[in-house]
C-alpha cells in the first residue's frame, strides 16, 4: 500500500503514514465494533506516535491500543 506524507495532529508536524496491519485493524474492531470501517485508515510512523485516521479526514482520527507503539532501538 505504500506511505504518504500527512498532517499528524499528534506530532504537529508532517509525517509519514502506511496503512494499518490487519492486526491493527482487528484492534480498532475489537473497541469500536465489528461494523466499523477500517480500510482506509491511516498510521502515521513516527516513533511513539498511535495515531491513526482516515485518509484526508484527520478530525475522524484515534489512537491504537499501547502495544502497537514502536519505541526507538536502544541507542550503544
Known sequence: MGTRTLDCPTCGTMQEFRGLTDEEKAAIRAEKGDRHPVDNL????????LTYYRHLNKYDRGLLPEKFREEAAAQD
Open 42 to 49: 491511516w498510521r502515521c510512523t513516527a516513533t511513539g506516535c
